[in-house]
Structure formats: C-alpha cells, structure tokens
DNA sequence: GTAGGGTTAG
C-alpha cells in the first residue's frame, strides 16, 4: 500500500501539522511520517508545536527531544514551556528548561519563560542560575529577560535587587516600571511605589491600567483617600477603560478607607462584576462589622449568577460569625465541600466560624479533618480552645504543632498564655511564657504581657505581675494594668491596686469599663473621694458606648436585643418569662450583684435595670454570670453565652469557665 | 513561542 503523496511535500505537510484539529489525527500523522522513509525531523519543531497545541504536552516533549537540537528547534521548547507557564505547571516548566540540550541555544524567550516560571514558584535561587545562563548567553541588556528578572525579584521582597537591576537597565518602559511599583506595594513601600510613578512621569510616561491599579493599592494602604480619588478622576478624565480590575481596585480602596457609600456606588457602575469584585466589596463589610450587608451582598452575588470564590465565602463566613449565624455558616460549608476547595485558608475560617457560632465540637471535628494544617490553622484551632475555655486541649494542641514541625509564632503564644490564663493553669503558664522568651526567641509583646499579667494577677500573684511589669523596658500599657489591677481587686489586695488604679489614671482612660473598675477598687479601699472623682470622669469623659446587642439564633432565624429594645413582636411573652425566671432564681437565693451596674441609681432601680442587662463593655458581667447559671439549672438546659471574647457553657447550673467571676 | 494588575484566614 502506497503512502500519502502529502509526506513527500514539506510545505503542505507543515499546513496540514498545523490545521490539526485534534489529537487523533495529529497521532495518526505522526504514525504516518514515522512508517515513511522521509526525514520528518526537520519537520519535528512544527510536530512538537502542533502537540502542544492539542494539549498533548508529553508528546510534544518527547518528539522535541528525539530530534536532532538545531536553533529552530527553541521555538518549540519555547513552546513547550509556554504552555506548562499557562498551565500552572511552573514546576514542570523548569524541569524543561533544565533539561534543555546546550545545543537548542535557548534564546531571550526560553529565559523570560524560565523566569516567570522562577517568579511564580517563588524560586529566588532557581532564578539566580537561569539569570547566570541568561547573560552568559548575551541577554544581559534584554528588556524582556530583565523585566521577568525583576518580576522575580519584586514580587518576593528582593527590593534591593530589584532597584538596583532597575537602574542599571538600558531602557525602561511601562511594564518595568510598573513591576517596580507593584514590587514596592507588595513590600510594604507605599511611599516609595508613588515616588516611582512620579519618575515615571517625569520620563515622559503616562500610566496605563496596570500602572493606575499599583497606585490605587498604594492609597489604599497609606489611607490617602484624596490621592485614590485623584486618581479615580485622572482615570475618567484620561478615558481609560474602566475594566474589572481597575473598577475592583477602586472599590477595595473606598472600602478599606470606610468610605462604604462611594464603594458601594462604584460597584453599582460597573458595567461587568466578577467574582474577585463582589469579593472585595464583601470582606471590607464584613470586616467592618456590617455582617448583614456583607450576608446580603453574597446573596445577590449569588442570584446574579457568579459563583463565590474562596475570597467571598472566607469573608461571608466571617460575618456568620460575627453574628453567630449558625445555621448559614453549616450550609456554607456544605457549599464548600461541594463546589470549592478545602484549603488551610477555608478551613481556618469554617473552623473559627464553628467555634464563634458556640460549636466547639464541630469546629474540632473538622480540624482534625485536614491533612496539611499550616501554622495559622494550628495558631486559629489553638485560639479555639481558649475562648472556649479548655485550657488543656490548647496545650495538648500546642504540644502536638510542635511534634508536627510546625513552628510557634508571637500569636501561637498569645492564644496559649491566655488559654491558659482564663483556665487557671498558672505554672504552665509561666513555664511556656520562660519557654517564649527563652527557647522561641520571642520578644514579649504587650498582648503576650497582658496574658501573663492577667494569668499571674488572677491567682494572687499580684506582686509578681507587678514585678514583671516593673521589669520591662517599656512602660506599662493601660491593658496590662487593667489587667493587675483587676486581680488586685479580686484578691484584695487593695494596697497595690490603689498605685494601679493611680497609675491608670494617669493615662486617661475613657471607657467607661476601665474607669468602673477603677472606681469600683477604690470603693473597696473605701477611698470614697477618689471614687466621687472618678464617677465624675466617667460622668464628663466616659466614651459614649454604642449600645450592647445581644443576639440569639432559633430555627435559623436571627433575633436580636438592644438594651430598652421593645422591638421585638413575642416582647410581652419574652417578659413574662423573664419575670417568671427571675422569681424562681429568687426562690433559689439569687441575689442581684448591683456592684455590676455602673450609674448611679437607687438600689432597687438597679436591680430592675439588671434583670435585662447587656454589659456595657460587651463582656458577660459577673450578674448575668451568676443568674445563667441558676437559669441553666432551673430550665434544665445547656445554654451557650458569647461575649466579645469568650464563650461561657452553662450546664445544671455551673459554667464551663472556671475563671470567670 | 516572550515580562506587569484586583479579593480572602489567627
């Protein structure tokens, strides 16, 4: 049987390669030319090309390699690596280029692939010897090869290499600057980034999108919101099209400076929204405590037809617990495990939206779930018990990170000292305290200080704590003399918590909660003028408090209080219960602690203000403490209390929390 | 067959 006469024309071969539809057919020509006697490889640049784009880029590679290495045959290596570039196999992009024979004399392509690849994977030392080769081969003042070199450089904190690559460059154009303005963003140099662009200008350069979104991030971090307007404005008025991006930017910047309504109108402008913008819109509201508009917006997103990314369901998750919207948060994990992957980033947040939301068990059962955990997922799980009140469990975790190779930062410790503190477990709180500062090398910061101030103070180690203190370098912070001085009044040990209290004044509170603890200390020392002075304080200076709002989730639906609230439609049954609650805790020697109540009433007023107190500085106060104990008791239930910090599980009539009150 | 951009976790 005769061949195809097609095998003996190498142009019409090379268009027939080219015009391959599919895999099979290109196969099947392939077959073809092998079982020919003609000499298909100098046809196997084209071949190779024509595999890669069929997808099919083993075969390329193999047909690439077998032939002969000639300088047309970089073009299909080029190829080669373009595609595992675009494929997100940067790995495999530089197996190839490794593997590379000298004789394909790779050119000023094969070196930018190469580095892109090096810039993705984050490969700094891989990028060094690809640079090596890339001069070696006479690239050295290659615009392309040099703004991949600085790509690398710039987007992984090689700032000092990158300026200096930049200004030893032959020429400069848009995408180099603007590598250089993007790098310095990435680094925490907004200044500089915004210095940059001004160069730019004055080199005669206008910035293009690329450019504009830089600065945009620039005055997104400074805070300068007159600036990002500016540039809003230059955009309109330059006409540059205002593509997703761009839009996006703009939005995050509005949003993350609090300007929520100029953000909002943006968003509504544009003409096309992907996922990334109704992401960025979601988490600023939802960072900002607007969990509703938050959980609204990624309703719409949803009605709209774009489906959530990570980002989205990250932050709507975060706004589930904010409010402790339960029953959403459940169905969005269920969202997850059906349409998303379950990262160290998701993860974390399902794990701390479980552990908010009151379900500690659930938030465990899924952590113990993942396989790869990351040190935020141990330091979030760590946070977990803490709040929780499980001391034990956290240490048992840190423990366990530990064993895992997974090592300990600033926040790791701060979640352990303070689980620890809140459970009472002072010597292992000292112990892994030393054990900071001593093994990890971790300079006590004021949150790791406040912990152990606390933890000591707490357990009437007051002249310890003050010691401690004393013994830093820096003077103390209100936190962690709040925090002594609220042992101090707990152990009575009014003598020291008289120079706190004095020593806290002297930094001039205004909230209303310190400066009630403060007044409430020299009342215990019978100080009765100080008192008077400090009432007065909170009179005149005393932060106006948002007020408390207090929220319980039944079936799913969400209801919430505000102190005074009549709002809600079964108020008058709600009442009735309470009444009904408050007489039967009386039967059982309940006793209002009007102590708790920071105005200055008439006892029995106080105490009717009580019955239905949210505290005011949104911790559970030792009252209400007391009467959901005897509540848990009387109606024979487990009731789950969140405060702004921690969790309190009341069952027959005790709290799971040793430490409070 | 070549380089640069937006959101998200403790």
């Known amino acids: 049987m005769g061949l195809p006469a097609f095998l003996d024309d190498p142009p019409r071969l090379r268009r027939l390669l080219f015009s391959c539809a599919t895999l099979r057919t290109l196969t099947r020509l392939h077959a073809l030319?092998?079982?020919s006697s003609s000499?298909?490889?100098?046809?196997?640049?084209?071949?190779?090309?024509?595999?890669?784009?069929?997808?099919?880029?083993?075969?390329?590679?193999?047909t690439v390699a077998a032939a002969p290495a000639s300088p047309s045959s970089i073009t299909a290596w080029n190829a080669l690596l373009s595609a595992h570039n675009r494929g997100g196999s940067h790995d495999a992009a530089l197996r190839v280029f490794r593997a590379l024979p000298p004789a394909a004399r790779p050119d000023s392509t094969t070196f930018t692939l190469a580095l892109s690849a090096c810039a993705r994977l984050g490969d700094l030392a891989a990028g060094e010897v690809v640079r090596e080769r890339a001069y070696g081969a006479g690239y050295r003042r290659d615009i392309f090869v040099c703004s991949s070199l600085l790509n690398l450089y710039a987007k992984w904190g090689a700032m000092g290499d990158a300026v200096k690559l930049f200004d030893q460059m032959p020429r400069r154009d848009r995408v180099t600057w603007s590598t250089m303005i993007a790098g310095f963003v990435n680094a925490g140099q907004p200044v500089e980034a915004?210095?940059?662009?001004?160069?730019?200008?004055?080199?005669?350069?206008?910035?293009?999108?690329?450019?504009?979104?830089?600065?945009?991030?620039?005055?997104?971090?400074?805070?300068?919101?007159?600036?990002g307007?500016?540039?809003?404005?230059?955009?309109?008025?330059?006409?540059?099209?205002?593509?997703?991006?761009?839009?996006?930017?703009?939005?995050?910047?509005?949003?993350?400076?609090?300007?929520?309504?100029?953000?909002?109108?943006?968003?509504?402008?544009?003409?096309?929204?992907?996922?990334?913008?109704?992401?960025?819109?979601?988490?600023?509201?939802?960072?900002?405590?607007?969990?509703?508009?938050?959980?609204?917006?990624?309703?719409?997103?949803?009605?709209?037809?774009?489906?959530?990314?990570?980002?989205?369901?990250?932050?709507?998750?975060?706004?589930?617990?904010?409010?402790?919207?339960?029953?959403?948060?459940?169905?969005?994990?269920?969202?997850?495990?059906?349409?998303?992957?379950?990262?160290?980033?998701v993860s974390t947040a399902v794990i701390d939206m479980y552990s908010k939301c009151g379900s500690l068990a659930s938030a465990q059962t899924l952590f113990n779930r993942v396989s790869s955990r990351d040190l935020?997922?141990?330091?979030?799980?760590?946070?977990?018990?803490?709040?929780?009140?499980?001391?034990?469990?956290?240490?048992?975790?840190?423990?366990?990170?530990?064993g895992n190779k997974v090592t300990p930062d600033h926040a790791t410790f701060a979640s352990l000292l303070s689980a620890l503190s809140h459970s009472g477990l002072v010597e292992e709180g000292k112990f892994w305290f030393d054990c900071m500062v001593n093994e990890y090398g971790i300079e006590p910061a004021e949150k790791h200080l406040v912990c152990i101030v606390d933890l000591l103070a707490r357990s009437g180690l007051v002249e310890e704590a003050n010691d401690l203190l004393t013994s830093m370098h820096t003077e103390p912070t209100i936190a962690s003399l709040v925090a002594l001085l609220s042992g101090c009044l707990n152990n009575k040990e009014l003598e020291l918590g008289e120079s706190t209290a004095e020593k806290i004044l002297e930094l001039q509170p205004k909230d209303v909660g310190i400066l009630a603890l403060v007044s409430n200390l020299y009342a215990a020392a019978k100080n009765w003028d100080k008192v008077r002075e400090v009432r007065k304080l909170m009179?005149?200076?005393?932060?106006?408090?948002?007020?408390?709002?207090?929220?319980?989730?039944?079936?799913?639906?969400?209801?919430?209080f505000v102190m005074e609230d009549q709002s809600h439609?079964?108020?008058?049954?709600?009442?009735?219960?309470?009444?009904?609650?408050?007489?039967?805790?009386?039967?059982?020697?309940?006793?209002?602690?009007?102590?708790?109540?920071?105005?200055?009433?008439?006892?029995?007023?106080?105490?009717?203000?009580?019955?239905?107190?949210?505290?005011?500085?949104?911790?559970?106060?030792g009252d209400c403490h007391d009467a959901i104990k005897l509540i848990s008791e009387i109606a024979d239930r487990e009731i789950v209390v969140r405060d702004a910090k921690r969790f309190h599980h009341f069952k027959d009539g005790a709290c799971s929390c040793g430490d409070c009150w």
Request: charged residues 20%.
């Open 33 to 35: 030319l092998i079982v």
């Open 39 to 62: 000499d298909h490889h100098i046809l196997s640049s084209v071949l190779a090309t024509a595999y890669v784009r069929a997808g099919d880029l083993a075969a390329a590679e193999s």
């Open 194 to 227: 915004i210095e940059m662009f001004r160069r730019m200008r004055e080199d005669g350069l206008e910035g293009d999108e690329v450019v504009m979104v830089g600065i945009l991030q620039a005055c997104t971090t400074t805070g300068d919101v007159r600036m």
């Open 229 to 345: 307007g500016s540039v809003h404005g230059y955009l309109l008025r330059h006409c540059m099209p205002m593509d997703v991006v761009i839009s996006t930017s703009l939005v995050d910047m509005y949003a993350k400076n609090g300007l929520f309504d100029v953000a909002c109108r943006v968003f509504q402008l544009m003409a096309y929204r992907n996922d990334v913008s109704w992401a960025a819109l979601i988490s600023q509201f939802a960072q900002n405590g607007h969990a509703d508009e938050a959980l609204g917006l990624f309703r719409e997103m949803q009605v709209s037809g774009v489906r959530p990314n990570s980002g989205a369901v990250v932050s709507a998750l975060l706004a589930c617990s904010d409010i402790g919207f339960l029953k959403l948060g459940k169905s969005m994990h269920g969202f997850i495990l059906r349409r998303l992957e379950l990262d160290c980033i």
């Open 376 to 402: 935020i997922l141990w330091n979030a799980m760590i946070a977990c018990c803490g709040t929780h009140g499980r001391g034990r469990d956290a240490l048992a975790l840190f423990k366990e990170m530990d």
């Open 539 to 560: 009179k005149d200076h005393g932060s106006k408090k948002v007020p408390g709002c207090s929220s319980i989730q039944i079936y799913g639906a969400l209801h919430k």
């Open 569 to 621: 439609p079964q108020h008058k049954q709600i009442l009735q219960m309470v009444s009904k609650l408050d007489s039967e805790m009386r039967k059982r020697g309940y006793v209002p602690k009007t102590e708790f109540v920071y105005h200055d009433l008439e006892e029995g007023i106080k105490e009717q203000l009580l019955s239905r107190h949210r505290p005011s500085n949104l911790r559970v106060c």
